[in-house]
């Protein structure tokens, strides 16, 4: 029974000092894979392309939280999302401070600064401001009551509607959630029903000079469709982690375009040790025969 860790080479002194500590074998690389035959799980970004290879693996773990990016896997292998604390207090805060920076008209002020402009703006109320979170799982929720804990009114939705850390909207009710969000937040995982749901149909719900921010997945958004909505001034500024594709291209219109501030897929990145204790959770229930942390169902896609 061992662990076959592919993932970024400076994290292999860390994963291998605590699964040594753990008594639990771990093979970094597969180069010195010496009996494929003895590899339980692998943790990686993306897998091995030949897992058949691997006649007793039980386990795949995503050394990020998303798992949209892998393969279908052979049967029988469970799919592991890590769990992290680091992960979603990371993500949190790229929320709170691009709400912030929408909020504030931070992208207005930068390009002033660049112009040299000295002009200030009305400056609203965070109480004024109605926040939408597309995403109420472990990071939407975080997200939520941090927001509202700074006096942003914050209502989420969610397949049920049942309320909970803060009001909520059914996933049926989508078109009155869009109508009282101010500044649409999406943290959705990408699945093939959300694949696409910002589009014109969605921005275009939302009201007139709208703010949106974009930490889910690249693919759920329509670039075409933000792009004519800046142009027609039915959103005023967006802030966007992810794209499609990525890395954007140098060239895109995004780079040029003032009221747009992407940044680099860095919401969040995985700690070494949160990363590697989440690993050795899996091996132990792999050994104990309990359930696998952070498993993914393969029909919701997370």
Not at 69 to 96: C, F, K, Y
Not at 125 to 131: E, K, Q, T
Not at 241 to 252: G, I, R
């Amino acid at each position: 029974m061992a662990l076959l860790f592919t993932s970024t080479p400076d994290r292999r002194p860390v994963w291998q000092s605590l699964f040594e500590a753990e008594g639990i074998p771990i093979i970094s690389g597969e180069d010195a894979v010496t009996d494929p035959a003895e590899v339980t799980a692998i943790a990686c970004w993306v897998p091995p392309a030949d897992l058949s290879r691997y006649s007793n693996l039980r386990a795949v773990i995503s050394v990020g939280a998303g798992v949209d990016h892998l393969p279908p896997l052979p049967a029988g292998v469970a799919l592991s999302r890590t769990l992290a604390p680091g992960i979603e207090a990371m993500v949190r805060d790229w929320v709170v401070m691009a709400t912030l920076t929408l909020h504030r008209d931070l992208p207005r002020y930068l390009e002033q600064g660049r112009a040299g402009t000295w002009q200030s703006h009305p400056v609203a109320l965070a109480g004024s401001r109605r926040v939408g979170i597309l995403g109420m799982g472990r990071i939407g929720t975080l997200a939520a009551l941090s927001l509202q804990a700074l006096g942003f009114d914050v209502a989420g939705l969610s397949r049920s509607g049942v309320d909970g850390a803060v009001p909520m909207f059914a996933a049926s009710d989508m078109e009155r959630f869009l109508a009282r969000s101010d500044l649409l937040i999406c943290l959705l995982p990408l699945t093939p029903e959300t694949r696409g749901i910002l589009n014109v149909k969605t921005l275009s719900a939302l009201p007139r000079g709208a703010c949106l921010v974009h930490a889910g997945r690249g693919a759920h958004l329509d670039t075409v469709a933000l792009r004519d909505a800046l142009k027609s001034g039915q959103i005023s500024a967006a802030m966007l982690d992810v794209t499609n594709p990525e890395p954007l291209p140098a060239d895109h219109w995004m780079w040029q375009d003032p009221r747009v501030i992407v940044t680099p897929h860095v919401a969040a990145q995985t700690d070494a040790t949160e990363g590697a204790r989440h690993a050795l959770s899996v091996m132990r229930a792999l050994r104990d025969g309990t359930q696998v942390p952070g498993l993914v169902d393969p029909v919701r896609g997370y």
